[in-house]
């Protein structure tokens, strides 16, 4: 997630100060530190994500401390024409957790990205547990839209590039200032999952922006959403997950609300325009084989202004399908239970479904692209990936696609 540059020294510098400190007592902390490690190649439900992460504790203390740092090389063309190979210092996150007292938690994610570029606060929540079945979460909360936004962290995915659908067509990690519930039932190997937030929106950036389409992500810029609402009326959030031990998860979630500011002072601006968000999220194992699969469908519908051209489009979808094959298991070096996979990714993302009202030809300003990956784990909390992209991306006029291949290697690990 973005933030802006001058919220940089209020995080950055006590941030700072916090792990000299750490680093000025680490030698006598040293044996005391306990890491809380997770598997994290298996979450137990995909709402449990911001808990099955590994930890740093020391001794008795109530604060755990972790993060997970990502950096690429690229090389990438488009059309025969390239800008040569590229580093990329990408994320360094920290997280921080507090049992604060019984039935109290506090969990924090912070993010800086490019280097410090950007700084951003994706999570920083307190959980009150009542019963599995009702907790309470309030504060800057990850929107339940899909799959990828809540279990976005770089070491577990197979690829260096976030889906299309997740980044470009959703704002990938939208978090917002809210409140709500979530809860868990079991019954035999079946889980039951749900989550339900009220929380600040979206903004008429959605369909002002630089992009010149319809183009969710373009909220991540407003630094005003953690403070206030630009429409005064809530955006809903709400999932619904069912899982099966044997077989895995299905997911059904929905995001909606009112984007625009149309009244001010009493005066109405304009009529109560909508943004809403259906998303279809999946993912299983199969025992047999070890083969991993993973994916998600998200459909958009936009009230757009009439007096808008039709290259903003009221309709848009997209989908990614990720496939993991292990095909190595086994001690090699000193790693107990390291892994090499064999992976490949499918994305689509359709920014304007339709056609043009004087010709009923169909709009462009599509995606497909097509990524097959290896990758080496030496464990499950760190992964080396190689990447190999190929895209076709049309123009709103559909014409002969522009091409872009990308050769991309980097890593990911938990600490």
Do not use: C
């Not at 959030?237 to 009112?258: C, D, H, P, W």
Request: charged share 20%.
């Amino acid at each position: 997630m973005k933030i802006f540059i001058y919220y940089k020294h209020k995080i950055l510098l006590p941030s700072l100060v916090f792990f000299v400190g750490l680093n000025l007592q680490a030698q006598k902390l040293d044996s005391l530190i306990t890491r809380i490690a997770v598997d994290t190649s298996s979450v137990q439900m995909n709402m449990d994500a911001v808990y099955n992460r590994p930890f740093l504790t020391t001794g008795k203390a109530s604060v755990a401390v972790g993060g997970y740092l990502e950096a690429n090389s690229l090389y990438t063309s488009e059309d025969g024409v390239s800008e040569g190979l590229s580093f990329q210092a990408r994320l360094l996150t920290i997280f921080m957790s507090a049992s604060i007292t019984k039935r109290i938690k506090f969990l924090s994610e912070i993010e800086y990205e490019d280097g410090t570029r950007e700084i951003a606060i994706e999570f920083a929540a307190i959980d009150v547990a009542f019963y599995p079945a009702l907790n309470f979460r309030g504060g800057i909360i990850l929107n339940p839209i899909g799959r990828f936004n809540q279990n976005h962290d770089g070491p577990i995915w197979e690829f260096v590039e976030r889906p299309n659908m997740a980044n470009q067509l959703l704002p990938a990690t939208w978090s917002n200032a809210g409140f709500g519930f979530y809860g868990k039932t079991y019954k035999g190997n079946w889980i039951l999952g749900y989550e339900a937030y009220v929380t600040n929106g979206f903004d008429n950036s959605i369909i002002d922006n630089e992009e010149g389409k319809t183009f969710l992500p373009a909220a991540k810029e407003n630094p005003d959403r953690f403070a206030s609402n630009n429409s005064g009326k809530p955006l809903i959030s709400g999932k619904i997950a069912i899982k099966n031990r044997k077989f895995g998860e299905i997911g059904l979630s929905y995001m909606g609300g009112v984007y625009n500011k149309f009244e001010d002072g009493g005066v109405t601006l304009d009529k109560q325009r909508r943004v809403d968000v259906f998303a279809l999220d999946f993912n299983t194992t199969i025992k047999k084989t070890g083969t991993y699969i993973v994916g998600e469908y998200a459909f958009i519908s936009v009230d757009v202004p009439e007096t808008f051209t039709q290259q903003f489009g009221n309709k848009q979808q997209g989908f990614f399908v990720d496939v993991v094959q292990p095909i190595i298991r086994r001690k090699i070096f000193d790693w107990e239970k390291a892994s090499l996979n064999l992976a490949a990714r499918l994305d689509y993302v359709d920014w304007n479904i339709g056609t043009f009202n004087e010709t009923n030809t169909n709009i462009g300003d599509d995606l497909w692209a097509i990524t097959p990956a290896i990758s080496f784990r030496p464990s499950a909390q760190t992964v080396f990936r190689l990447n190999y992209r190929y895209q076709w991306q049309k123009d709103l006029l559909g014409n002969p696609p522009a091409l872009r291949a990308s050769w991309l290697f980097g890593f990911s690990t938990y600490f």
